[in-house]
C-alpha cells in the first residue's frame, strides 16, 4: 500500500486532544495550534462521509444502532472541538447482503471519499469491493473474519481479527485452566462465525487440545438439541461457540438448559446478550477489543458522555464505532485533503493512535493492532478474567488469615499506617467478593517504633500467619523483617524504599515500594535535562534509613550528571529547627535543593526553607523524594514548584487506577494517599501469588511472588527484581497551583 508523509496541522490538535479525552477528571496540557498552517481546500466547506449500517432487520438491535450511536457521538465531538464540518449520509444495508451491496454502491454513487460501517463480515465480503474498485475508503468498525482485508488497499477495519482474538484468548484461558478436551459448534452459513471456529481449531491444535467434535448450524436455526446432545455425550471440559448475536444467546441458554457443564468460551459476548440469557451466561468466558472499565485515555469521558446521550451504558460496537470515526478524522487532518486516496495513505500510516481501545495502528493490510481482552461473567457482569479467576486453591481452608502490620499509634499513624490500613483493607474486600475467596487480616499496631515493629512481627510469625503485609518505615523494617525471614514466613512492605533492603534480608522479604535506587536515577536525569542545574544541594536525615540511602542515592546520580554538589547538610528525626543548614545552604547559592526525609521532617524542612527567616528564593526548586498531597496542604504555599519522584500518581490511566481513586473516595470520603494505593496494590499481587500457588504454604507463596512479571496494577505493569524488589515505571511530578501534576 503506498503511502505518503504526514503533515501537521492546526485541526490534529483538537483531534488529538479528543482522542486522549477531555473532561473534568481527565487533564491535558494546552497545545497551541500552528497558526501558520492552514486548513485544505474544501475542509472550511465540510468533509461528507458516508455510513452504511443495518438499521433495520436482524442484525439493527445487536449491531447497527449501537455502531450509530458511537458514530453520532464521536461526530459532534469532533465538529465541537475542532471547528471542523463532518457531515454523515446514510445508508440502511437493511441486515442482509443484498441491502449492504446496494447501499455501499449508492454512496460510491454521491461521491463520498469514506465509508464507515457494515458490522457483519459476510455482508463486508460482498459489499466493501465494490468500494476498494472505485477507489473509495471502507472502514468497518467491527467485522472480524479473519483475510478479508488482503489486497484490497482501500479496505481497514477498526475489529480485532479472529485470528488476534480467538488466538490469544484460547492462550490465556488454556494457561489458567489447563483443558484437555475441547467442543466447538458454529454458524456454518455466516463468514465471521466460520473463521473464528477455524482460528480455534488451529489454536487448539498447536496447544495440544483433543478436539472431541465440531457441530455445525445455519444462520436463523433455532433448535439446536442435537448438536448439543452429541456435545454432552463426549463431556468436553470446554465449549467453544462461534456465532453471531441471535444464535449465540439461543445456544448459551439451550446448552445450560441441557446440563452441558463444560466451561462456555464465547467471542464476543455483550452486557446485552449476558442480560438477555440471565443466569445461562454465568461463568461464561469471552474475548473483545474494548472494556468499559479501562482506564484507557478518554474511556471514562466516552463512557460518561454515551450514557448522558443515549440513557445506557454502551458496549463494544459503540465503543469501536466511536474510535473508527476519530481514527478516521485523525487521517483526514494528516492527508490534509478530503480526496480518497490521501486519506487511504494516511490511515496506512496510522501508528500508536490514542484511542479508547488503547494505542491503535493498522498493519500493512489495514488490519487493527491493539491489545485484546479476555473475560469472564461474573455475577451478571463482565470481569477482567485475570481477577476473575483469583480464587482460593481446592486445597486450601476456607479462611486465609494474612498478618497486617502496620503504625495504629505513634508519630507514623497518620501519615502512614491509617492509609495503608484502608488500602489494604479495600483491597481485601474487593478481592473477596470477586473471587469468593475469604481472606482476613490478623492486624499489629508496630507502634511507630523499631521495638514496636519487632514486637508486632514476633506475634505475627507466633499466630502462623504465611505472609505478612505492610510495615512503611525501612528503619523498622530493617532490624524486625529478619525475624519473619527466619521463621520462614514472607514478608511484604508495602511502602519501605531504602535501597536493597529486601535483598540483603532474604528471599522471604518483598517489597512494592520502588526503591530509591530505581527511582532517584531517571528522576535526577529527567530533571537535570529539563532544568539544566550545575550545582546543588543536599539535606537530609542522618538518623533515618530510608533518608540516608536516598541521600547516596541523590549524591551517586547527580556526580553521573556531572551536577556540583556544593554542600550536604545532615539533620536528626525529630528536629524542629533547621534553619541553620538551610541558611548555609542558601549562603552557597545553589540552582536546586535536594531534601531526603520522612514526613515530618520533609515539612519542616520545605517550610523553613521558604520562610522570610531562611528565604530561600523561589528559582531554586526543591527537589523532593515522596512528596503527597497532604504534605503538600500542610506546607501550603511552600511547596508551589517542588518537583518529586514516586512510585504512583492519582490521575494515572494504570489498569483499575481510576476505578481504586472513586472506590476510595467513596469508601472513605477522601482522595487516595499514595501509601493506600501502594498498600492496595500490594494486596492484590500477594492475592495473585496465592491464586498461582494453589497453596497458602509461605515457601510456595514466596516462590510465586518471586515469579511475579508485568502483572497488570495500579502501579503500572508490576515484576519483582531477583531481590525481591519492586520493578515498575516511577512517576515525576511538580506542584503547580497546590496540585500535583506531571512533570
Keep these: ?30 497545545m497551541v495550534p500552528d497558526t501558520s498552517t492552514e486548513m485544505p481546500p474544501m475542509m472550511d466547506e465540510g468533509i461528507t462521509i458516508g455510513v452504511a449500517l443495518g438499521l433495520t432487520g436482524v442484525n439493527a438491535e445487536p449491531y447497527g444502532i449501537p455502531m450509530q450511536n458511537g458514530l453520532e457521538l464521536a461526530r459532534e465531538e469532533i465538529n465541537m472541538l ?88 484460547t492462550m490465556v484461558t488454556h494457561g489458567k485452566l489447563d483443558y484437555k478436551k475441547s467442543a466447538l459448534i458454529y454458524d456454518a452459513a455466516d463468514t465471521y462465525s466460520t473463521s473464528s471456529n477455524e482460528a480455534f481449531e488451529k489454536t487448539l491444535t498447536e496447544l495440544g487440545v483433543d478436539i472431541l467434535t465440531v457441530e455445525t448450524f445455519q444462520t436463523g436455526d433455532t433448535d439446536f438439541s442435537m448438536q448439543l446432545t452429541n456435545i454432552m455425550e463426549m463431556e468436553p471440559d470446554t465449549l467453544f461457540i462461534s456465532a453471531l448475536s441471535a444464535e449465540m444467546t439461543q445456544i448459551i441458554t439451550a446448552a445450560k438448559s441441557s446440563g452441558i457443564s463444560a466451561q462456555l468460551i464465547v467471542p464476543d459476548l455483550t452486557v446485552q446478550e449476558i442480560q438477555e440469557v440471565g443466569d445461562a451466561a454465568e461463568g461464561a468466558i469471552t474475548f473483545s477489543g474494548w472494556f468499559g472499565m479501562a482506564d484507557i485515555p478518554g474511556n471514562h469521558a ?4 454515551y450514557k448522558a446521550k443515549h440513557g445506557s451504558e454502551p458496549g463494544p460496537w459503540a465503543a469501536q464505532a466511536y474510535a473508527t470515526l476519530h481514527i478516521l478524522a485523525n487521517a483526514i487532518v494528516n492527508a490534509q485533503s478530503p480526496d480518497a ?9 496510522t501508528m500508536d493512535l490514542p484511542t479508547i481501545l488503547g494505542n491503535f495502528s493498522f498493519d500493512p493490510n489495514g488490519e487493527a493492532v491493539y491489545d485484546p481482552i ?52 479495600l483491597a481485601r474486600e474487593e478481592i473477596n467478593m470477586l473471587s469468593g475467596t475469604n481472606f482476613t487480616f490478623i492486624t499489629e499496631d508496630d507502634q511507630s517504633t523499631i521495638e514496636g515493629a519487632k514486637a508486632a512481627v514476633q506475634q505475627l510469625v507466633d499466630e502462623g500467619v504465611p505472609a505478612m503485609v505492610g510495615l512503611a518505615i525501612s528503619s523498622m523494617l530493617k532490624p524486625s523483617f529478619p525475624i519473619a525471614q527466619e521463621n520462614g514466613v514472607v514478608g511484604f512492605s508495602s511502602v519501605s524504599s531504602a535501597a536493597g533492603l529486601s535483598t540483603e534480608i532474604g528471599d522471604y522479604i518483598f517489597r512494592a515500594g520502588l526503591a530509591v535506587d530505581k527511582v532517584i536515577p531517571p528522576g535526577v536525569a529527567a530533571t537535570h535535562q529539563k532544568i539544566g542545574y550545575k550545582k546543588v544541594a543536599i539535606i537530609y536525615d542522618a538518623k533515618d534509613d530510608y533518608s540516608t540511602s536516598g541521600k547516596e542515592e541523590f549524591e551517586k546520580a547527580l556526580m553521573a550528571n556531572g551536577v556540583d554538589i556544593l554542600a ?81 500518581f492519582h490521575e494515572s490511566d494504570t489498569p483499575g487506577n481510576q476505578a481504586f481513586v472513586q472506590n476510595y473516595r467513596a469508601k472513605y470520603g477522601i482522595e487516595p494517599e499514595p501509601w493506600a494505593a501502594q498498600s492496595y496494590a500490594t494486596f492484590y499481587i500477594l492475592a495473585n501469588a496465592i491464586a498461582n500457588a494453589q497453596s497458602t504454604d509461605a515457601a510456595d507463596i514466596r516462590d510465586a511472588l518471586a515469579q511475579t512479571m508485568n502483572l497488570p496494577t495500579i502501579l503500572g505493569n508490576f515484576s519483582f527484581d531477583p531481590g525481591g524488589e519492586a520493578v515498575h515505571d516511577p512517576v515525576i511530578l511538580t506542584v503547580k497551583d497546590g496540585e500535583l501534576q506531571l512533570f
Design 82 to 169: 475542532s471547528g471542523g464540518n463532518l457531515t454523515f449520509v446514510t445508508e440502511d444495508a437493511q441486515s442482509t447482503v443484498e441491502g449492504a451491496v446496494a447501499a455501499v454502491q449508492k454512496l460510491v454513487d454521491q461521491g463520498v471519499p469514506a465509508i464507515v460501517g457494515i458490522g457483519i463480515s459476510t455482508h463486508l465480503k460482498e459489499a466493501f469491493p465494490i468500494a476498494n474498485a472505485a477507489g473509495v475508503v471502507a472502514f468497518s468498525p467491527i467485522s472480524s473474519a479473519s483475510g478479508i482485508n488482503t489486497g484490497d488497499d482501500f479496505i481497514f477495519r477498526t475489529g480485532l481479527t479472529v485470528g488476534v482474538l480467538n488466538s490469544n484468548g
Design 568 to 648: 550536604v547538610e545532615a539533620i536528626e528525626t525529630g528536629d524542629t529547627d533547621v534553619s541553620t543548614q538551610l541558611t548555609n545552604i542558601k549562603g552557597m547559592n545553589p540552582d536546586a535543593l535536594f531534601i531526603s526525609a520522612l514526613s515530618q521532617e520533609m515539612t519542616v524542612i520545605i517550610k523553613q526553607g521558604r520562610d522570610p527567616k531562611v528565604d530561600i528564593p523561589d528559582t531554586v526548586p526543591f527537589i523532593v523524594l515522596d512528596l503527597t498531597e497532604k504534605e503538600i496542604g500542610d506546607v501550603g504555599a511552600a511547596a508551589e514548584g517542588a518537583i518529586t519522584f514516586i512510585a504512583w
Design 1 to 30: 500500500m503506498k503511502v505518503k508523509t504526514i503533515i501537521a496541522s492546526a485541526f490534529v490538535f483538537a483531534i488529538i486532544a479528543l482522542a486522549i479525552g477531555l473532561s473534568g477528571c481527565e487533564k491535558i496540557a494546552p
Design 374 to 425: 479476555v473475560f469472564m461473567v461474573k455475577d451478571g457482569a463482565l470481569q477482567l478474567f485475570e481477577t476473575a479467576m483469583t480464587t482460593v486453591p481446592e486445597t486450601m481452608d476456607t479462611e486465609i488469615p494474612i498478618g497486617l502490620l502496620t503504625s495504629l499509634t505513634g508519630i507514623h499513624t497518620e501519615v502512614y499506617g491509617l492509609p495503608m490500613q484502608r488500602g489494604f483493607e
Design 341 to 349: 486516496m490521501a486519506i487511504r495513505d494516511a490511515l496506512a500510516q
Design 302 to 305: 466516552f463512557v460518561e458522555k
